[in-house]
Structures are given as C-alpha cells and as structure tokens.
C-alpha cells in the first residue's frame, strides 16, 4: 500500500516543481517596484586647433588646350617645388583636382562678332595640410608667389589625436551633468540614486571652424604677409542615462 501511495506522489511531485519553475520569474517580474529616473548630458571643450587646411589652385587659360595644360603644369611644378622647399613633405601636399573645360570670354573689341571667344580653362587644386597653425599665412604668399592664382578655403581643424582627447573629456562633462541631474531631481522625490540600469553614448560633435573663402586672392594681392587667425574649435558629446532609485 505505501509503495502504490509513493507511486502516486511521484509524478504529483513533479508537476509541482515544473509549475513552481514557471510561476516563480513571472511573479517576480510584475511585482518588480523598481523606480528609474533618465537624464541626458552634454559636454562641450573648445580648444585652439591645431592643424590647418588650405586650398589652392592654379587655373590657366588658353586657346589651345595643349598649351593650356603645359603653363599650367609649369606653374604647378614650381608650387610643389616651393612648398617642399620651405619644408613641407609629400603628405603635406595632396593634388584634391584636375579639370580642363572650355570657356566662352567676353573680348575687348569693340565689334560684336569680336567680344566672344573660346578658350580652354585648366585648373589643378592643391590641398595643403599644416600642422603648425601659425604658418597659415606664410604658405599662402609661398603658393601665390610661386604661380597659385586661387586660394579656394582654409579650414582650421583638429587633428585625430587631440580629437579622440578632448571627446574623452567631453563625454566625462556629459555623464556628471547628467548623474547631476539624477541626483537632483531622485532628492527632490525623497529618493536615491542606487545603480546605473542603462547607457547611450550620443554621436560627437565636432564643428570645424568657419572656412575663410580667398578665392582670387593673387589676382590683386599687394606684397604683404597675409594675416590669418586659427580661432577655436569646439568638441561635443552627449549621454543618455537611465538610473535606478
């Protein structure tokens, strides 16, 4: 009789242990009285740059296309000679355009039939990389007075590893403004700040500086230093943040 009853209990057993298995987590969970407070941050640095962009190009113009391409390569060469000369290396200097298109002008007969004329326009831009800053101007006047005739832009930048550096410090601006703003508003509810349940790292924000456009810039240059100034430039980083209280 023991036997058959202990034969019966088994299974009984069993079906118990499975039931608890499955009820147990789903309990828990909708009971859970767990509070959370979410919260953003913001870090920006703004740092002087420390690398330079600049643009330049020599545009030549001729009837013929052959001789178009050959006092513009003329031209060219002496630049890179210049540039190099004055201590810039082959990565300092890369060729960022080419182009050879033909151009109606405008002459300056007084016969209409003699006011238009086509003529072929090369152009070659050059994109020079400076690490110090300072020399901006001074690579400017090298370019125009070795043949450049277009200073397209010059961008102040950062370079990769200052970069990487101040978005570090940036993202740290970020996460205490927004545990900052945690602990606020959990104090204002009588709360605590306990545990950090979930982050998101926002995409940095790098602006470059403003681009200052000197296109033409040899066309009417006097023989004087050209004047330029870096500025400063910004690194952003954003946090999204969700507490546990």
Known sequence: ?????????????????????????????????ERVIHTQGTGTITTTPDRVEI??????????????QQENAVKMNSVMNALKMAGLTSDDIKTTGYSIYQVTK???SVFPTDKRAQV??????LMITL???????????IAIEN?????????????????ASL?????KEAVAQSRGDANVVAASLGLTVRDVKEVTIGGGYYPASPMYDYRMLGAGMEKASTPIEAGEVSVTA??????IC
């Open 1 to 33: 009789m023991i036997a058959m009853r202990n034969h019966i209990l088994t299974p009984l057993l069993a079906l118990i242990l499975v039931f608890s298995l499955i009820v147990l987590p789903v309990s828990a969970a909708t009971t859970s009285d």
């Open 55 to 68: 643009s330049v190009a020599v545009m030549t113009e001729h009837a013929d296309v052959k001789a178009a």
């Open 106 to 108: 405008d002459g300056s």
């Open 120 to 125: 072929y326009r090369v152009t070659n831009t």
């Open 131 to 141: 690490k110090d800053t300072t020399k901006a101007g001074d690579f400017i006047d």
């Open 147 to 163: 043949g450049a005739n277009n200073v397209d832009y010059i961008s102040f930048t950062l370079s990769d590893e200052k970069q």
């Open 167 to 171: 978005r570090a410090e940036a993202l």
């Open 238 to 243: 954003t946090v999204s943040i969700t507490y």
